[in-house]
């Protein structure tokens, strides 16, 4: 248990040193982890094997791939932004066409509208006159029609009399007839007084 508490302060003792930039090394861990030489050498040793197994050692760049990836990056920055740039002129392009047909079509309709209120209130003017017009006619008609009128009138009631006198006589003469028929029937026949 002891030497695991070493081992931790010793580790720990080293991760410290290494933040604050400088380079772990046995007599800085062992002054920092309060712990003798030999306990200093030996979990250092397998903390720097520890740090080279995960990767966390990352070995200092040479400034010429340093500056190579700069200059990569910014190409690459540059390539993306110029195609960031198309990509939106073409969809601003494709818009503004859009908008320009819309407008169009906008414009057409209104057009369209227009032309088709000046035909209905064409036609309505026209329809108008035309009512205005046969109205007129129908009123001249009347007004040469009513002696005709009257005379129909005259005709339609005589024709009305006749029929209603001819239905009468009709019904006279069936009385007649029946009258007749019922006197007829009491007659005696002449071969019935033998």
Do not use: C, F
Request: hydrophobic share 45%; aromatic share 2%.
């Amino acid at each position: 248990m002891a030497e695991t508490s070493i081992e931790a302060r010793v580790h720990a003792a080293a991760d410290a040193i290494e933040r604050e930039g400088g380079k772990p090394t046995v007599a800085t861990v062992r002054e920092r982890a309060v712990v003798n030489n030999a306990d200093a050498t030996r979990y250092l040793r397998g903390w720097r094997e520890g740090r080279a197994s995960s990767g966390a050692t990352i070995a200092a760049l040479p400034a010429a791939l340093v500056e190579q990836s700069q200059r990569v990056a910014g190409l690459m920055w540059i390539e993306a932004s110029s195609l960031a740039s198309a990509s939106h002129a073409a969809v601003e392009r494709e818009w503004q066409a859009q908008t320009a047909l819309h407008e169009q079509e906008i414009a057409e309709l209104v057009e369209n509208l227009d032309s088709a209120d000046q035909a209905t209130r064409a036609a309505a003017e026209a329809h108008a006159g035309e009512r205005a017009a046969h109205a007129a006619e129908l009123q001249a008609a009347r007004a040469d029609e009513t002696p005709a009128t009257a005379e129909l009138h005259t005709a339609v009631q005589a024709q009305a009399e006749l029929e209603r006198q001819l239905a009468q006589e009709r019904t006279v003469n069936q009385t007649l007839r029946e009258t007749l028929t019922a006197l007829i029937e009491r007659i005696p026949r002449a071969d019935e007084g033998k």
